[in-house]
C-alpha cells in the first residue's frame, strides 16, 4: 500500500515516454536491434583494445593470435550465453529446439556466456601452446566494453527490469505493470561495466598485476560476482524461478555468481606463487 500511494503522489518517468525501444534501426521489414548492436560493438571494442594490450612487451599472444581468437571467442560467446540461458532459465525450450534458435528473440545468460568463453579461450590456447591464465587475464580487461553495452541494450529493450520501489528514479516499466521499478539495468551497466573497467584498466597499465597468471582474470571474475550478487537484490526474480527465491531467498542469478566469486578469490589469493618470468610471444623484450 505504500507504494501504491506515493506512486499515485509522484510523477514517475515511463519507459514508453524516453522514445527508445528494441530496434535501433529499420528499413522496411528489415530491422537491426540494439541487443545484436550491443554484442557487435562489445565484441569489436574489446578486440581493439586487446591489440592495444598485447603491443605491451611480454604479451602472452601475438597479434595473430589475436586475430584468430576473436572468431572462437565470438562462438563462445553466443553458444555459451545461449544454452546457458536455455538451461538456467528456461528449460522449456528444450521441447521446442527450433527456439533455441531464435536468438532474435533475446535470451542470453551471462554466466552461460562466460563458460563458453572459458571453453573457447582453452581449446584455442591448448591448440597453439599458450597459457590459459595469462590469455585470460587480457581478455578480462577487454569485456567491460560487452556488459556495459549489454546491460544498455536491455534497458532499451525495457527487459530485465528492477523491483518494485519508490524511489525518485523509479522508472515504470509498461510489460511490468503501473508501479514504478529499480531501472537494475542501469545499475548493472554502472557496476559491471563502467566499475570494472575502472579497476582493471588501471590495474593493467599502471601495476604489474599481468605478471601474475590468474590475478586479472580472478580480479575480474570478483567484481562481477559481487555486483551481481548485490544488484540482484534490486532486479526482479525471472517468473519461472520464484520459487527458487522463495524457497533459499537467493535468485538463479545470485546461485550461479558464488561459483565465480569463489573461483575469484582461489585466483587472486594464489596468483603470486605462479608469478614467472615473461618470454614474450612476439618481439625481443623478457618481463622478469
Known amino acids: 500500500m505504500h507504494l501504491e500511494v506515493l506512486s499515485a503522489a509522484i510523477e514517475y518517468t515511463r519507459f514508453s515516454e524516453l522514445g527508445i525501444g528494441p530496434v535501433a534501426l529499420k528499413l522496411g521489414s528489415f530491422q537491426i536491434r540494439w541487443y545484436s548492436l550491443g554484442y ?29 581468437m576473436i572468431l572462437y571467442a565470438t562462438l563462445g560467446i553466443i553458444l555459451g550465453g545461449r544454452l546457458g540461458y536455455v538451461l538456467f532459465y528456461q528449460p522449456s525450450m528444450l521441447a521446442n529446439p527450433l527456439e533455441i534458435l531464435q536468438l532474435w528473440n533475446g535470451g542470453m545468460s551471462l554466466h552461460g556466456g562466460t563458460i563458453g568463453t572459458l571453453a573457447a579461450i582453452w581449446l584455442f590456447t591448448k591448440q597453439r601452446n599458450l597459457s590459459f591464465l595469462r590469455v ?3 581478455i578480462a580487461c ?9 546491460r544498455l541494450a536491455n534497458f532499451s529493450n525495457g527487459e530485465l527490469w528492477g523491483r518494485e520501489t519508490d524511489v525518485a528514479w523509479a522508472i515504470i516499466f509498461d510489460q511490468a ?24 584498466w588501471p590495474l593493467f597499465w599502471f601495476t604489474n598485476a599481468r605478471y601474475k597468471p590468474g590475478f586479472l582474470f580472478g580480479t575480474a571474475a570478483l567484481i562481477y560476482g559481487f555486483s551481481r550478487f548485490f544488484i540482484e537484490f ?5 517468473e519461472q524461478l520464484r520459487h ?27 596468483a603470486a606463487k605462479r608469478r614467472q618470468r615473461v618470454e614474450p610471444i612476439s618481439g625481443t623484450d623478457s618481463v622478469a
Open 136 to 138: 585470460s587475464d587480457y
Open 40 to 68: 557487435l560493438f562489445g565484441i569489436l571494442l574489446g578486440y581493439w583494445y586487446l591489440l592495444k594490450l598485447i603491443a605491451k612487451p611480454g604479451a602472452p599472444m601475438s597479434r595473430v593470435h589475436a586475430d584468430d
Open 142 to 150: 577487454c569485456i567491460p566494453f560487452g556488459l556495459f553495452l549489454v
Open 244 to 270: 527458487l527465491v522463495e524457497q533459499t531467498g537467493l535468485s538463479m542469478g545470485q546461485w550461479l555468481t558464488i561459483p565465480m566469486i569463489l573461483i575469484g578469490i582461489y585466483l587472486v589469493v594464489t
Open 177 to 200: 505493470g503501473s508501479m514504478p521499478r529499480h531501472p537494475s539495468q542501469l545499475y548493472e551497466a554502472a557496476l559491471e561495466g563502467l566499475g570494472m573497467a575502472a579497476i582493471m
Open 234 to 238: 534490486f532486479r526482479e526474480p525471472d
